[in-house]
């Protein structure tokens, strides 16, 4: 942390106590804009543990964000 942002946490705590340090999680809300079911997340993630993208027939040798986006729009 930075001193100012220090300096701000401990002004909120002595203003506030606890409450006025609680802060949401930052981002979009988890499970939102989702592409994938949960069936095909799992299938997904069973196929990148289980197998290399060659074992695939995919002109990878290893896993990519590249092959695996590839992956998905071939499943």
Known sequence: MSRT???AVVKAYRAGGWKALDVERPG???GT???LTAEQERE???LIRD???DQLKMIYALWS?????E???NR
């Open 51 to 53: 197998r290399t993208p």
């Open 71 to 73: 992956l998905i729009l």
């Open 5 to 7: 942002t220090l300096i």
């Open 28 to 30: 979009r809300p988890q």
């Open 65 to 69: 964000r590249q092959a695996v986006a």
């Open 33 to 35: 804009s989702r592409t």
């Open 44 to 46: 997904v993630q069973r």
